[in-house]
Every structure is written in structure tokens, then in C-alpha cells.
């Protein structure tokens, strides 16, 4: 199959981003009348309950990449490629009690960076601030690339038009609703990819004759099936703390669990990560197929759409047309509004305008909002190299933050020297690990450095924090745990 | 007036020279964009190539791998219309590919093949690192467990 002519007719492609784009602003604008003040805007007045918690969080890790990637992974490396990948829910299970824990500490506070001000001063925040938003534009600029890359390959709609519309709508809803917004099309969407991937999946499976696939595999690709293959099993780990970095450090993840109600956090992450761990696994599946099915890839990074399209038609590509998007909005929604809110309070509230009124704060969300997303669309428009390979260089940068954030959610001793060298100095040596040994094992080198410079700082000089300085409004009921 | 020896030596050079001025039709010459050896430490790459004489319609292209430079025993890896195919899950050590257009039963010459070298990590190196991979992650899982059950016992 020639990737150059599209699965879909254009026509049809255009009609079902027009749908689903007029569908989510009408939403955003419909759930944006409870964002009546900044936090009713940026934590959804801190009221989110378990199931549209649980939803929200298995949305957002379902990224394009989770789609996307994961085939490819499973092509690159077989099974071990498609396990290493689902690795990333521990990030989600583990970050349950991390929440409850959060919540406990700092039951008023808005954003991750907060923690880290408060907790090791202003040099750590200043480069923890550095970090998160290198990720956070990382990886909304390859999601916006995803998109426009995946339009086109599906439908034949331009590359610049496909991203130009979803990072458009992606603006608007997230303007008009806040993360009331983010959330309410989060819950939707992650029914919509569930359904989605079960589907393609499951009629994948009936098309495979299982005796002939592990034959076709051992002939052809017999590595795929190597449980020793080197490079699958580095990438467990590295995939792993890759994730940790990611949902441990990110405001993303922080806002959600400031918004859910007292008693909701800990279960709602731990249920998203069960929700989302066989996702990997059955899009990993599907890549995985390929070869057994008879389907030549020219391209790796478009296997899961290709497999899906040839197994179901048309069908088939407009489900994955579906779930693509929904799994792009789901996350580019959550990006933008989780940025914003990291650079309105502690970038402009905290260091510009310590002054400013709750309504020129919502004003500036605004700002910043749109801002975000002509930055983004500059950056996606030239259509640059391997955008999955600077997500990936961002691998170390966000595991040196694990340490820094565990330690100092729970090592009274765990000191600002501590945070800043094991931010700097992993983030160093995983970036020369990068380009030195490869992808695959830059994020383990980085929070393994990380680990051994706050553990060593703790031990020989140790702080002794008292944690009721993390609440910066006393006056609120703290939960147990102190 | 010219002779027959001579005329027919004419016609003879005159029908050389226009098969030699024909494109070699049903048989395009393929060449791979890349010459290779391609090394990787991840057991994949991706094979592309293009026509250097023009492709007759409905020709495919077959691209054929083997464990040995001259072929001997090979094994085709794809045959189609598409001028790339992504090659993984090889074993360590050197694999052979080429490729060649083909249309019914005429095929065209085969490319010069290209080589791909898997050097996966030394067992010394992955054990290193796994076991690395393994503290930190258990350290990283203590840490929290022993932390929330302390905390929420109000330790």
C-alpha cells in the first residue's frame, strides 16, 4: 500500500473534524458557564468526582503516542516493545498515594510548581519551571505534528490545515471551559477510544490465525520474539521512569489532583492506570500483525492506522481517524491548560505580579492560553525532523525530577541541594546517555544519577522541614498524614 | 553503392544502437537510496529505493533478504507496488538485502545489495543496566509505599 494515497476520502475527513470540532467548542462553551471564578477555571472548583477523575486521568495519558507509537514499538521490538510501553501505567498507580499525599499537604494549592517553591526554595522552582515547560511544549508540539501527520495520512487533508484545526479547536474549548472543559470531553473521549480500540482489536484478532502467527514471526522477524532482545528489555525500564518523570513532575496531573474532591484522588489515578494498561497492549498487538497478515510497512510510525485500515477499510480508518483525534484533544486540552495555569501562578503571579486581582489573573489565563497555542503552531507549521525523537530527548529531563518530587513529598531530611543537583546532574548525564547509548536508556541513567544525588545530599546534609509550611492557607481543613 | 555486408553490418549497428537508447523495458534497473552497510543496535531499519529506468505500469518490486552476501538461500521479504518496506526483529549479525523490479514473468536486474549489521548490547552491559533499572524502581517503589502507609498511620 502506498501511504501516499489516503485510506479516506477527503471529504470525508473534513466532515468528521467538522463534526467532532464544532461538537467540543459547543461543549466548551456549554461547561465553561461553572467557570465562574480562577478556580472554577483552572481546578474545575475543586470538585471532580471519581468516575469523571478516573476518565479525565485515562484520557490524558491516551495521547496520539499511545496509539501511534505503540504498533510501533511492538514492530521494533515484539512483545517486550508493547510491555514496555503499557510500563508507563505504573506511573499513573504509583502516583495514587503520591496524590493523596499532595492533597493532604496542600489541600489550597494550585499547581506542581508550588510544591517545589515551597518545599526547596526558589532555585530548584526556577529550574523545575525550566524543565516542566521544555517538556510541556515537547510534547505539544509533537502532538499537533501527530495530528496534522495523521489527517493527512488517513484522509489526504493537508498537513497544515489537519493541525491548524485541531490545535484551533483545542484553543477554543479550553478557553471557553477551563478544566471544566478539559475534563467533561476527556470523559467522553476515553469511552469513544476504549470502544474504538476494542473494535479494531478484536476484528484484528479474528483475521490472525494465532498458529501462524508466532510461525510467520519466527520466520520473519524472529527477534520479535526473543524474550532476551537487548534493546525491548532496556526500553522497559527506560519507558517506565520516562513515565514516572512524566505524570510525577507535570501540573497536568498535579491540577487534576487538586480539582477532585477530598477522597477522590488516590482512586481515581489508581483506577485510570488499570483502565489504560491494556490499551498499549492492544494497539501494540495490532502493529505486532503486520507481518503475519501480509501487510507491508513502509513506514513505521503510520503501522497501527495501515494494519487498522486493512483490516477494516474504510471503516477501519474512519475509527482510528476517531480515536486519533480524540486522543490528540484529550491530551493537547490538558497540556494547555495545565501550562497556563504553571505559567499564571508561578510565572506571572508569583515572580511578575504578586498583586494581581482574581480577574486580571483569569485574564491572563486567557492570554497565555492563545499564546500557548500560536507558539505551538509555529513550531508544528515547518513540520521539523523526528518530533518523536525530541519527546524522547526530554526523557531524561523529566526523570531527574522523581527523586526531587518522592523525597520530598515523604524525607523530612530531603534538602533544596539535594533537588537542584539531582535535577542537574541527571538531567546531564541521561542527555549524554542519550546521544552516547541510545534512547532506550536515557531516562533510567538520568533518574538512577538523580536518585543517588538527592539520596547522598539527604544523608550528608540533611534539612529538617516542617511540613505545615507547604500549606500556604492554614485557615483550610488539612487531612491526616502529617 | 553500398553492399549487402555493409548494409546489413548497418542495420546491425543501427538496431544496437536503438535497443541501447530504449529504456530496458521490463526491465528497470532498482537501486536502494541508501548503500549501506546500515548498522543498528535495535535489530531495524528501513529499506527504500527507487526506479533508475522508468516502471513499466503494473510492476511491482521484490525485495529479497539473505544470511549470505551472494545469495545462496533467500527468502522474500515483500513483493508489491510500494518503494520502501521497514525491516525489523532481524537476528544479530549481518542480513543481505536487494531488490528488483518485476512485471508477469520478466524481472529486472537486482539492485546491489545492501547490508544491515545488528550489534545488539553485550549480555554484561544489558545485565548492568537491568539490574540498575531494578534498584531504582524498587527504591522509587518503597519509598512511596512505606511513605503513605507511615503518613497515614500519622507517622
Redesign the interface.
Known amino acids: 500500500?502506498?501511504l501516499r494515497s489516503a485510506v479516506l476520502d477527503q471529504t470525508t475527513g473534513v466532515l468528521l473534524l467538522a463534526v467532532f470540532g464544532v461538537l467540543w467548542v459547543a461543549l466548551g462553551v456549554w461547561w465553561g458557564r461553572n467557570a465562574r471564578d480562577l478556580e472554577g477555571f483552572m481546578l474545575a472548583g475543586r470538585n471532580v468526582g471519581l468516575a469523571l477523575g478516573s476518565a479525565t486521568a485515562m484520557a490524558t495519558w491516551v495521547t496520539s503516542n499511545t496509539i501511534m507509537i505503540t504498533p510501533k514499538f511492538a514492530?521494533?521490538?515484539?512483545v517486550w516493545g508493547m510491555l514496555a510501553y503499557s510500563t508507563a501505567s505504573f506511573g499513573l498507580l504509583?502516583f495514587a498515594?503520591?496524590a493523596?499525599?499532595i492533597r493532604?499537604l496542600m489541600p489550597r494549592a494550585f499547581t506542581s510548581g508550588d510544591f517545589i517553591r515551597l518545599r526547596y526554595g526558589r532555585l530548584a522552582w526556577g529550574l523545575f519551571l525550566a524543565i516542566s515547560l521544555v517538556y510541556s511544549m515537547t510534547w505539544l508540539v509533537s502532538m499537533g505534528m501527530a495530528g496534522g501527520i495523521v489527517m493527512q495520512a488517513l484522509s489526504g487533508i493537508p498537513y497544515l490545515h489537519g493541525m491548524t484545526v485541531i490545535l484551533t479547536v483545542c484553543v477554543l474549548y479550553t478557553l471557553f471551559g477551563g478544566l471544566y472543559a478539559v475534563i467533561g470531553t476527556d470523559f467522553i473521549q476515553s469511552v469513544i477510544i476504549l470502544i474504538g480500540v476494542v473494535v479494531v482489536g478484536a476484528v484484528v484478532l479474528q483475521k490472525v490465525e494465532l498458529s501462524r502467527f508466532h510461525a510467520d514471526?519466527m520466520?520473519?522477524?524472529?527477534?520479535?520474539?526473543d524474550m532476551?532482545?537487548?534493546?525491548a528489555?532496556?526500553s522497559?525500564?527506560?519507558n517506565?521512569?520516562f513515565g514516572?518523570g512524566e505524570i510525577f513532575h507535570n501540573n497536568v496531573w498535579w491540577s487534576r489532583a487538586f480539582a477532585m474532591r477530598d477522597g477522590v484522588p488516590h482512586k481515581a489515578f489508581g483506577l485510570s492506570a488499570l483502565f489504560w494498561l491494556p490499551i498499549p497492549v492492544a494497539t501494540g498487538f495490532i502493529g505486532l500483525c503486520a507481518g503475519p497478515l501480509g501487510i507491508?510497512?513502509?513506514?513505521?510510525d503510520m503501522?497501527g492506522p495501515l494494519v487498522a485500515s486493512r483490516v477494516l477499510g474504510s471503516a477501519g480508518a474512519i475509527v482510528v481517524f476517531i480515536v486519533v483525534f480524540c486522543s490528540l484533544a484529550s491530551s493537547i486540552d490538558s497540556l494547555l491548560a495545565a501550562t497556563s495555569d504553571l505559567l499564571v501562578e508561578d510565572v506571572y503571579r508569583k515572580m511578575l505580579r504578586p498583586r494581581s486581582s482574581e480577574s486580571h489573573l483569569r485574564r491572563a489565563s486567557t492570554w497565555i492560553i492563545v499564546g500557548l497555542g500560536v507558539v505551538t503552531w509555529l513550531l508544528c507549521a515547518p513540520r521539523l525532523g523526528d518530533l518523536i525523537q525530541v519527546l524522547f530527548l526530554s526523557g531524561p529531563l523529566v526523570a531527574s525530577a522523581?527523586?526531587p518530587i518522592?523525597?520530598g513529598?515523604?524525607?523530612r531530611g530531603a534538602s533544596g541541594l539535594g533537588a537542584v543537583l539531582g535535577m542537574l546532574l541527571g538531567s546531564a548525564v541521561g542527555l549524554w546517555a542519550y546521544f552516547a547509548q541510545?534512547w532506550?536508556?536515557a531516562s533510567?541513567?538520568s533518574?538512577?544519577v538523580s536518585?543517588t544525588a538527592v539520596a547522598t545530599a539527604t544523608w550528608l546534609r540533611p534539612s529538617s522541614f516542617v511540613w505545615s509550611a507547604l500549606d500556604e492557607h492554614p485557615t483550610s481543613a488539612v487531612a491526616?498524614?502529617? | 553503392m553500398m553492399t549487402a555486408p555493409k548494409r546489413a553490418t548497418l542495420v546491425c549497428l543501427a538496431g544496437g544502437l536503438l535497443l541501447a537508447a530504449l529504456p530496458a523495458a521490463g526491465r528497470p534497473r532498482v537501486e536502494f537510496e541508501t548503500e549501506g552497510p546500515i548498522i543498528t543496535t535495535e535489530g531495524h531499519a528501513t529499506l527504500r529505493w527507487a526506479a533508475v529506468d522508468p516502471v513499466e505500469r503494473g510492476s511491482v518490486f521484490e525485495l529479497q533478504d539473505s544470511t549470505d552476501p551472494e545469495f545462496r538461500s533467500t527468502h522474500v521479504w515483500y513483493r508489491g507496488p510500494d518503494r520502501a518496506s521497514f525491516v525489523s526483529g532481524l537476528p544479530e549479525g549481518t542480513s543481505w538485502f536487494r531488490v528488483r523490479a518485476v512485471r508477469g514473468q520478466r524481472a529486472g536486474p537486482w539492485s546491489d545489495p545492501v547490508a544491515i549489521e545488528v550489534d545488539y548490547a553485550s549480555s554484561s552491559t544489558l545485565g548492568r543496566l537491568l539490574a540498575l533499572g531494578a534498584v531504582v524502581f524498587l527504591a522509587t517503589l518503597v519509598t512511596v509505599v512505606v511513605g503513605h502507609r507511615r503518613r497515614e498511620a500519622g507517622g
Request: hydrophobic residues 60%; neutral net charge; proline residues 7%.
Open positions: 500500500m502506498d514492530l521494533q521490538m515484539g504509583l498515594p503520591m493523596y499525599r493532604s514471526l520466520r520473519d522477524h524472529p527477534a520479535l520474539l532476551l532482545m537487548p534493546v528489555l532496556l522497559l525500564f527506560n517506565m521512569f514516572f507491508n510497512v513502509p513506514d513505521a503501522v522523581i527523586w518522592v523525597a513529598l515523604y524525607w541510545g532506550f536508556v533510567l541513567i533518574a538512577a536518585m491526616g498524614g502529617r
